[in-house]
């Protein structure tokens, strides 16, 4: 008996990342409250993305069938809906005091969920500029006639007036309804579109750090995502139009290689760091470059210090970012690196010398059950599981329906090409020779600049 038919499809789970390098699709189940396991992943190159956005729809749908069809034939579920992740430099964040006054006949009744339903759907409908759509909004601290409960929980409580911070994410409306029709266009429907930080910080952070204050950084190809917890909720979003494909470019144009190459070096770890002071002056790399030519000669050291100079301009951005919130000192957990860019070697190092903050390499291995395939340890999984754990949360409907209950022969993947251009040959040593926020008029006052935290803190 085919194994997918012994899983009952609420249990089933689907997870859509549409990077600007891959596309990847997770299938997994429910395992208890917080844990998933991971059943199936398909992926393929991507094509039609740029700066973590669909531009080509045609070819971004053709992509994600064809990541759809390889984790049916792995899972044995034939996949209807999914949850979607969103990212690009379009999109912003803020944070609003949004409330609600109880009828005079339930201000002796319980505050409950519906109650919260109703700032959600207050949050959800907030009027924005035209070509903005809202794209998640976040709970913060919640208020009860103006006190704090305790354990930010106010179910259970006696009030008049609950009130609540909600962290809301806006962008555009062209890169969301291009996602919605490059999806649509694959045979699949959206349940949920979330941001992409937001679903790796699910999979990669702990409670522990999200409640002491932690800044998670999300190197994909196209944006660097960052997002900073603390109190055990979100408080602070930003994306970079500056990442993986990046660091290739300024490889390929400074040392005049090809892109296929370039991105094979950047990704060898036996000759990539993101420190070079410690490379020997006269270690010199032999590349094979274009065919028929002969290889190309760069120096280690002066590589690296390319790939620490893309480092640089990135973090900066990072730092000076982390700077301007409130919640700077308050990075108790410190920072949490991931994304495919992540896997730069010495790159936790060079993060905290630039930033000075202690940081480790985030993967996306706290929630999942199976942890015996190491593949899923990558940290360029990060937003793909995390999108299934989001659902997770939200999992009160079918995420798919269950087609297929004959065994299906599963094909091995196609091997991942290892480096083989480069060729070590020593030599004499040498002499150093930032979606746009801008709230109608009449929410200017209700808006909460994290500067002004420590205001409502107090109220």
């Not at 729809?57 to 994600?64: C, G, K, P, R, Y």
């Not at 339930?106 to 903005?132: F, H, R, W, Y």
Request: with cysteine.
């Amino acid at each position: 008996m085919n194994p997918s038919s012994q899983i009952k499809k609420t249990d089933i789970l689907v997870g859509l990342d549409i990077g600007t390098t891959k596309i990847c699709v997770i299938v997994a189940k429910k395992v208890g409250n917080k844990k998933i396991e991971i059943l199936a992943k398909g992926q393929v190159v991507s094509r039609g993305v740029e700066k973590g956005e669909v531009k080509n729809i045609l070819l971004a749908s053709e992509d994600i069938r064809e990541a759809v069809r390889l984790a049916e034939q792995k899972s044995g579920f034939k996949i209807k809906k999914v949850f979607v992740g969103i990212a690009g430099a379009h999109i912003k964040s803020s944070v609003m005091r949004l409330g609600i006054t109880r009828a005079v006949n339930e201000v002796d009744t319980l505050i409950n969920k519906n109650d919260i339903s109703k700032l959600e759907i207050q949050a959800k409908n907030l009027q924005v500029n035209p070509g903005e759509v809202i794209i998640s909004c976040q709970p913060q601290e919640f208020f009860v006639d103006g006190i704090s409960p305790k354990n930010n929980n106010p179910i259970g409580m006696r009030g008049n007036r609950l009130e609540a911070n909600w962290h809301i994410i806006i962008g555009n409306t062209n890169p969301s309804k291009n996602i919605e029709m490059a999806v649509e266009m694959a045979g699949l429907e959206i349940l949920t579109m979330d941001l992409e930080p937001l679903a790796s910080a699910e999979s990669v952070l702990t409670e522990e750090a999200i409640n002491e204050g932690v800044c998670l950084i999300d190197i994909g190809g196209g944006t660097t995502d960052m997002a900073i917890f603390y109190g055990g909720v979100i408080r602070h979003t930003a994306i970079f139009p500056f990442a993986g494909e990046y660091i290739t470019a300024f490889i390929r144009d400074k040392l005049k290689l090809t892109e296929r190459t370039s991105t094979l070096l950047k990704e060898n770890k036996s000759y990539t760091s993101a420190l070079y002071k410690h490379i020997p002056e006269n270690k010199i790399l032999s590349i094979k470059n274009i065919a028929g030519l002969p290889p190309v000669e760069i120096e280690q050291r002066k590589y690296c210090h390319l790939i620490n100079s893309c480092l640089e301009q990135i973090f900066s951005l990072v730092k000076n970012e982390i700077q301007s919130t409130y919640f700077k000192n308050q990075l108790n957990a410190g920072i949490f690196i991931t994304g495919g860019g992540a896997n730069i070697p010495d790159l936790q190092k060079f993060v905290e010398q630039y930033i000075g903050i202690p940081t480790q390499i985030g993967r996306p291995i706290h929630y999942v059950s199976n942890n015996q395939d190491v593949t899923l340890h990558d940290t360029r999984y990060a937003t793909a599981v995390g999108l299934v754990l989001l659902a997770a949360k939200s999992a009160n409907e079918s995420m798919i329906e269950v087609e297929i209950e004959a065994p299906i022969k599963i094909e091995a993947e196609t091997p991942i090409k290892t480096i083989n251009v480069i060729e070590e040959t020593p030599q004499p040593k040498k002499s150093k020779l930032n979606w746009a926020f801008n709230l109608k008029e009449k929410f200017n006052s209700m808006i909460l600049d994290e500067q002004n935290y420590k205001e409502f803190e107090q109220d």
